[in-house]
C-alpha cells in the first residue's frame, strides 16, 4: 500500500487525525490505570510465582549484584535479568510493597493495550482499536496476569510492541519513517529476550518468516535493515549473558541447553500437559470473546489463500495467534500463562469483526457465536456450583466453598447475564445492542471474578505467618522451612531463609556454591532445635512428622488454611 492510499484510508475510516490519536491514546491511558491499577494491592504475594519474582529483585537491590540473580541467596538462572531489574527499579523508588511489585506488570498490560489500538485504528479503523482494547483488557486472564508478579505481562507486552512495529513498519514508504519503526522492532525483540529468554527473538522471526512466505512479499528481506538491525539486537540483549557466563562458567549450559531446548524437547521441568492443554486455557482465558474468533478470522480472510497479499495484515494477525499456540503446544513444557502473547493479535481481529457489526448498514449478523457463548456460561457456571452437591465428600472442593462463600453466586450470575442477555437482545432488536451490552456485562463479569480472586488470597500465601514471626522473632532467632520452600516468605521477612528437606528448583544452584549454613538436611535442622531459638513453618501435612522427629517441645503459634508455625521458644510467647 502506498503513502496516499495509507492516508486516504485513515481519511475514510473516521477522520482519525493526529489529535484524535493522541486524544484516544490520552483517555484509554486514564481509564486502563484504574482498570489495572485499583487491585494492585488488594492482596498478598502469591506463591510461588510472585514471591519468587518479587524475592530475586530484593536480593539485587540488597546485594548490589544486579549481573547473578539469586534466589534465597542460591543462583537462579531460569530467567534473564531485564524484568528482575525493572522490578529493582520499583523497589529503590517505592520501596517493598505489594502495590509497588505489581507496578510494573500493570503499566506493561497497559501498554499492550494501548498498543492493540493504535495498531488495530492504523490497520483497520478507530473503531477497531478502541474494541480491541476493550476486548484484551476485559478478557480474564489477561486481567488477571496484569496484576500478578511474572515476567509473562512483561514479555507479552514487548513481543506485542515488537510485532505491531514491524508490522507498521513494513507499511511505511521507504525513508525516515520506516526504518524508525524497524529499528523500534529490533530493540524490542531485544527487550523480550532479556526478559524471558529466546522465544523473544524466535516468536518474531517464526511469525515474520511465515508470514513472508503466505503473502508472498519476499522483497521486504532487501528493506528491513537487517545488518544494523541485528548489530541493534546484539547491543542490546547480548552483554548481560556475556557478564553473566564470564561471572559464572555454568551459566551458558543451565541456561540455554537445559532451560530452552530441555525444556521445549523434553517433560525434564515436570510441567508436561496434553498437546490440546491450550485450548482450554485461551478458551476460558478470552471467554466471552472466544465464541467469535471463528467468524473474527473468517470475516477478515475472505478469500484466504488465494489473495494473501491483498488481506496481508489480517494474515500477519492469524499466524502471530496461531504460531505462538502451535509453538506452545508443542513444548514439553507448558504453563497457563505461555499463552498470552497469543490474545492481543486475537484481540484485534475480533475488535474488527464488532466494528463491522456496529458500522454495517445491515442488521444481519451470525448468531451461533452468541449461542456458544451462552452454553459456554451455562457449563462454566455449573463448574461453580453443582461440585457443591455432588462432591461434598471432597475436602478441599469445601475448602474452596467455605473460602468463597455466597460470592460463588455472584460470579454464576455474572456469567448466565452475559450468556443471555447479549443473545436476547441481539435476536429480538438488533446485533448492534446485543454487542453493547455484550461489552457492558463481559466489564461487569471481571469485575466479579476479581471477588473470588482476592478471597482465594488466603490459600496462597504465608504472609500471615511471617508477621508473626516479625512481631515475635529476635535478633540471633532463625526462620526455617521445613521439606518446602515459600518463596513468599523471605519477601515479607526482608531476608533469606533457612531451608531444610528440599532443593527443588535451587538445587542447581546449591551445586555450584556451598550454600550449606542455609540449605540444610533433617539431621540439621532437628540439631539445630536443640541450641537456638527456630520458628518452623511447613505444611500442615508435614507437622506430625516434625513433632515426632523434633529432639525438644514444639509449640504451635500459628496456622492458616494449610501452613503451620511452630517454634521451640517455649509457651510464654
Keep these: 500500500m502506498s503513502s496516499t492510499e495509507h492516508d486516504a484510508v485513515l481519511t475514510n475510516r473516521g477522520d482519525l487525525t493526529r489529535h484524535h490519536v493522541w486524544r484516544d491514546l490520552l483517555v484509554l491511558a486514564m481509564v486502563l490505570s484504574v482498570w489495572f491499577g485499583y487491585e494492585l494491592d488488594s492482596r498478598s504475594l502469591w506463591g510461588?510465582?510472585?514471591?519468587?519474582?518479587?524475592?530475586?529483585?530484593?536480593?539485587m537491590?540488597?546485594?548490589?549484584?544486579?549481573?547473578?540473580?539469586?534466589?534465597?541467596?542460591?543462583?537462579?538462572?531460569e530467567k534473564p535479568v531485564l524484568f528482575y531489574w525493572m522490578q529493582a527499579g520499583a523497589i529503590k523508588l517505592f520501596?517493598?510493597?505489594?502495590?509497588?511489585?505489581?507496578?510494573?506488570?500493570?503499566?506493561?498490560?497497559?501498554?499492550g493495550c494501548l498498543a492493540v489500538y493504535y495498531a488495530g485504528h492504523l490497520l483497520f479503523g478507530r473503531s477497531t482499536g478502541l474494541l480491541a482494547a476493550v476486548i484484551l483488557a476485559t478478557s480474564v486472564w489477561y486481567d488477571l496476569m496484569a496484576s500478578a508478579v511474572t515476567p509473562d505481562m512483561a514479555v507479552t507486552a514487548f513481543l506485542t510492541l515488537a510485532l505491531l512495529a514491524?508490522?507498521?513498519?513494513?507499511?511505511?514508504?521507504?525513508?525516515?519513517?520506516?526504518?524508525?519503526?524497524?529499528?523500534?522492532?529490533y530493540v524490542l525483540a531485544a527487550a523480550a529476550t532479556l526478559t524471558k529468554g529466546l522465544i523473544g527473538i524466535v516468536i518474531p522471526g517464526m511469525v515474520i518468516f511465515a508470514w513472508i512466505a503466505v503473502t508472498r512479499k519476499w522483497s521486504l528481506l532487501r528493506s528491513l535493515y537487517l545488518p544494523t538491525g541485528v548489530i541493534l539486537f546484539l547491543a542490546i540483549a547480548a552483554p548481560w549473558?556475556?557478564?553473566?557466563?564470564?561471572?559464572?562458567?555454568?551459566?551458558?549450559?543451565?541456561?540455554f541447553v537445559h532451560e530452552h531446548f530441555a525444556r521445549f524437547l523434553t517433560t525434564v521441568h515436570h510441567r508436561s500437559e496434553p498437546f490440546w492443554f491450550f485450548i482450554p486455557v485461551l478458551l476460558v482465558g478470552m471467554f466471552p470473546w472466544s465464541a467469535f474468533f471463528i467468524e473474527a478470522v473468517r470475516g477478515g480472510l475472505k478469500k484466504r489463500y488465494s489473495e494473501a497479499q491483498k488481506y496481508s495484515d489480517t494474515w500477519f494477525l492469524v499466524l502471530w495467534a496461531g504460531l505462538v499456540f502451535a509453538f506452545f503446544s508443542m513444548s514439553g513444557s507448558k504453563l497457563a500463562t505461555y499463552i498470552l502473547p497469543a490474545m492481543p493479535p486475537l484481540a484485534i481481529l475480533c475488535?474488527?469483526?464488532?466494528?463491522?457489526?456496529?458500522?454495517?448498514?445491515?442488521?444481519?449478523?451470525?448468531?451461533?457465536?452468541?449461542?456458544?457463548?451462552?452454553?459456554s456460561a451455562l457449563l462454566f457456571a455449573a463448574?461453580?456450583?453443582?461440585?457443591?452437591?455432588?462432591?461434598?465428600g471432597n475436602q478441599k472442593i469445601m475448602d474452596f466453598y467455605a473460602v468463597i462463600g455466597p460470592d460463588v453466586y455472584l460470579i454464576v450470575g455474572g456469567a448466565l447475564a452475559l450468556g443471555i442477555v447479549p443473545l436476547v437482545l441481539g435476536r429480538l432488536t438488533n446485533p448492534h445492542r446485543g454487542v453493547v451490552a455484550m461489552f457492558i456485562m463481559t466489564a461487569l463479569m471481571v469485575l466479579s471474578s476479581d471477588v473470588i480472586v482476592d478471597k482465594v488470597d488466603v490459600t496462597r500465601t504465608v504472609k500471615p505467618l511471617a508477621m508473626e514471626i516479625k512481631r515475635l522473632a529476635r535478633p540471633g532467632d532463625e526462620v526455617v522451612t521445613y521439606l518446602d520452600y515459600f518463596?513468599?516468605?523471605?519477601?515479607?521477612?526482608?531476608?533469606t531463609v533457612t531451608v531444610a528437606g528440599w532443593k527443588g528448583e535451587l538445587e542447581f544452584g546449591t551445586e555450584q556454591e556451598d550454600t550449606s549454613a542455609w540449605m540444610i538436611d533433617e539431621p540439621e535442622v532437628m540439631s539445630r532445635l536443640r541450641h537456638k531459638t527456630l520458628y518452623i513453618i511447613t505444611r500442615d501435612r508435614n507437622i506430625d512428622r516434625l513433632k515426632a522427629l523434633s529432639p525438644v517441645p514444639l509449640h504451635e503459634i500459628m496456622r492458616t488454611s494449610r501452613d503451620v508455625l511452630v517454634t521451640n521458644a517455649g509457651k510464654t510467647l
Excluded: C
Design 166 to 185: 514491524f508490522l507498521i513498519g513494513t507499511r511505511a514508504p521507504p525513508g525516515l519513517e520506516r526504518r524508525l519503526w524497524l529499528y523500534a522492532f
Design 383 to 392: 463448574a461453580l456450583v453443582l461440585p457443591k452437591w455432588l462432591a461434598s
Design 487 to 495: 518463596q513468599d516468605l523471605p519477601d515479607y521477612l526482608g531476608h
Design 61 to 77: 537491590v540488597t546485594s548490589g549484584d544486579y549481573v547473578t540473580p539469586r534466589l534465597n541467596g542460591v543462583k537462579y538462572f
Design 241 to 255: 549473558h556475556v557478564l553473566v557466563s564470564l561471572a559464572n562458567p555454568e551459566f551458558p549450559w543451565f541456561y
Design 48 to 59: 510461588p510465582d510472585e514471591g519468587r519474582y518479587s524475592e530475586i529483585p530484593r536480593e
Design 351 to 375: 475488535g474488527r469483526y464488532f466494528a463491522d457489526i456496529l458500522e454495517r448498514s445491515s442488521s444481519r449478523a451470525a448468531s451461533y457465536p452468541y449461542w456458544l457463548m451462552l452454553i
Design 95 to 111: 520501596g517493598m510493597h505489594e502495590w509497588s511489585l505489581r507496578l510494573w506488570t500493570a503499566f506493561l498490560a497497559g501498554l
